[in-house]
C-alpha cells in the first residue's frame, strides 16, 4: 500500500498539469470551474475548526447528504461541505444560503489528491470526523484523514455488484475501503458485501434520499400544468444522459402518434446538454419548447399556451428544479438506465407519489430499485419495447399511490439512524 500511495502521488504531481488544463476547458462552458481555485490546494478563507466534514463530490451526492445536513445543523454544529463540480457547490450554497451567512457552514472544492494540499484542509477545519457520501474512493484522502486523526466514515453507501466483481480482479479498492474508520450503508445486503472485502465497523442506516425535502415551491408551480399539457396525461424523463437519446426520443415519437397523445418532459442530467438535446428534438421535427423560453427564474411563466399552441415536449433546461419537472408527472423514465453506466435515482419521483420506469442496467442503484420492482413501485424495462409498453397505462398501469406511500414508509428513516451511529463521535471529541 505505500508502494501504491507513492505511486498515485506521484501521478497526480506528474498530471497536475493535465488536471489544471481539464478545469480550464471545463471553466470555458461552466466558468465556476476556474473559480475559487486556490481551495483545491487547500487554501480556504476561513478556517472552522471542530465542523463536520461532509464530501459530496457532486449534485446527486449534494441531495443525498440535505437532510442529514440539515439535521447535523439543528444539533448546532457546523459543518464543511466539499465538492468536485460546480453543479454540486451551486447546489449547497443555494439549499443552505442561511446557514452559510450566519457562519455555521461553508461549501468548497476539495483539494486535489496530495498530500500536501490536505495537510492545510486539515489544519484550516480540523474535523471532528468525515463524511464522504456514496462510494467515492480517493486514497489520498483516506490516508490523509487517518494521519490528521480524523474518523472518515462512507456514510450512505452502497457497493454495486458490478465494482465488486471488478475490484475482487484489482484488490486495490477494496485496501482503502479498509483504512475508513467504518462505513455506514443502506442495506444489509450492502453490509454483507462491505465486509466480504475486509471493511469493518459497518452499521445500516438506510438511504438518506428518502428523507431528503421536497421543496414547496416546486410542487405549487406544477400547478401550470393545465395550461403546459391541457388534459395530456404527462410522462417525464428525468436525468436523460448521454447515448440513450434515441432510444428515449424513438419511444416518444411513437406514442405521440398513438391515441391520446401523453405531454413530454424531458430533463438531461448536464447543463451541457441542454443545447445539443434541443437540437437532437428539432432534428426529429418534434414540438418542443424549452423551460428557459417559458419560465423565468422563479418558475413564473412568461405566457400562457392555448390549445393549438402547446408543444408536445417541455425541455427541462434548468438545475435544481427536478421536483418541478417531476410533479407534473403522471409516470416518470429515470434516465441512465439504457446505457452502461447505470439507471440514476429513483427516490424522488417515488416520493412524490410517480410510477418509475428504469432501463435493464440498475446496477448503480440496485438498492432500493429491486425492492422498488418487487413492489411494484418500478417497473424494469430490459429492452426499449419494455419502455414503450411501459408509457401506456395499457402497456403497464402502474401502482396505486397507497401502493407507493406503503414502500415510502418501509424505507425511511436513515437520517436518525445515521446521527445515531455518529452520536458517540460528536459527543467525545
Not at 367 to 379: L, R
Not at 391 to 415: C, K, M, N, V
Amino acid at each position: 500500500m505505500r508502494l501504491f500511495l507513492a505511486l498515485w502521488s506521484l501521478l497526480w504531481t506528474l498530471f497536475l498539469p493535465a488536471v489544471l488544463f481539464y478545469l480550464r476547458r471545463r471553466a470555458r462552458r461552466d466558468p465556476d470551474y476556474g473559480r475559487h481555485l486556490s481551495e483545491r490546494f487547500g487554501h480556504y478563507p476561513r478556517a472552522m475548526p471542530g465542523a463536520i466534514w461532509v464530501h459530496a463530490v457532486s449534485l446527486g451526492e449534494v441531495r443525498s447528504a440535505v437532510p442529514l445536513i440539515r439535521a447535523l445543523l439543528d444539533r448546532g454544529e457546523t459543518v464543511v461541505v466539499t465538492h468536485f463540480t460546480p453543479a454540486g457547490r451551486r447546489a449547497t450554497l443555494a439549499a443552505f444560503a442561511p446557514q452559510i451567512a450566519a457562519g455555521r457552514m461553508v461549501a468548497v472544492w476539495v483539494p486535489f489528491e496530495l498530500s500536501w494540499c490536505y495537510r492545510r484542509f486539515f489544519r484550516t477545519f480540523r474535523p471532528k470526523l468525515g463524511l464522504v457520501m456514496e462510494v467515492e474512493i480517493w486514497p489520498r484522502m483516506v490516508f490523509a484523514a487517518r494521519d490528521a486523526g480524523v474518523p472518515l466514515f462512507m456514510c450512505n453507501a452502497g457497493y454495486p455488484s458490478k465494482s465488486l466483481a471488478r475490484d475482487a480482479r484489482l484488490p486495490l479498492r477494496p485496501a482503502v475501503m479498509r483504512r475508513f474508520a467504518g462505513a455506514l450503508v443502506k442495506s444489509q445486503l450492502q453490509a454483507d458485501r462491505f465486509a466480504a472485502v475486509g471493511v469493518t465497523n459497518i452499521t445500516v442506516t438506510g438511504e438518506l434520499r428518502f428523507d431528503q425535502p421536497i421543496p414547496p415551491a416546486q410542487i405549487e408551480a406544477a400547478g401550470i400544468r393545465p395550461a403546459l399539457a391541457g388534459g395530456r396525461p404527462v410522462i417525464a424523463f428525468a436525468s436523460v444522459v448521454e447515448g440513450e437519446d434515441d432510444i428515449y426520443l424513438s419511444a416518444i415519437e411513437t406514442v405521440l402518434k398513438g391515441p391520446n397523445p401523453p405531454f413530454i418532459v424531458y430533463v438531461p442530467r448536464k447543463p451541457e446538454r441542454f443545447d445539443e438535446t434541443a437540437a437532437l428534438i428539432a432534428a426529429r421535427g418534434l414540438p418542443c419548447q424549452r423551460r428557459s423560453q417559458i419560465f423565468d427564474e422563479n418558475l413564473n411563466p412568461f405566457q400562457i399556451f392555448d390549445e393549438n399552441l402547446r408543444p408536445a415536449i417541455l425541455l427541462g433546461d434548468s438545475l435544481g428544479e427536478m421536483y418541478f419537472y417531476l410533479a407534473l408527472a403522471d409516470r416518470v423514465v429515470t434516465g441512465g438506465g439504457f446505457t452502461p453506466h447505470g439507471a440514476h435515482n429513483i427516490i424522488e419521483p417515488l416520493a412524490l407519489g410517480k410510477p418509475v420506469i428504469v432501463g435493464p442496467a440498475i446496477h448503480t442503484i440496485e438498492y432500493p430499485a429491486a425492492e422498488a420492482i418487487a413492489a411494484g413501485v418500478c417497473f424494469h424495462a430490459e429492452t426499449p419495447a419494455d419502455l414503450a409498453t411501459a408509457l401506456r397505462p395499457q402497456g403497464w398501469p402502474g401502482p396505486s399511490r397507497d401502493e407507493i406511500a406503503a414502500f415510502l414508509a418501509a424505507h425511511s428513516g436513515a437520517t436518525q439512524k445515521t446521527l445515531a451511529a455518529i452520536a458517540p463521535l460528536l459527543t467525545s471529541r
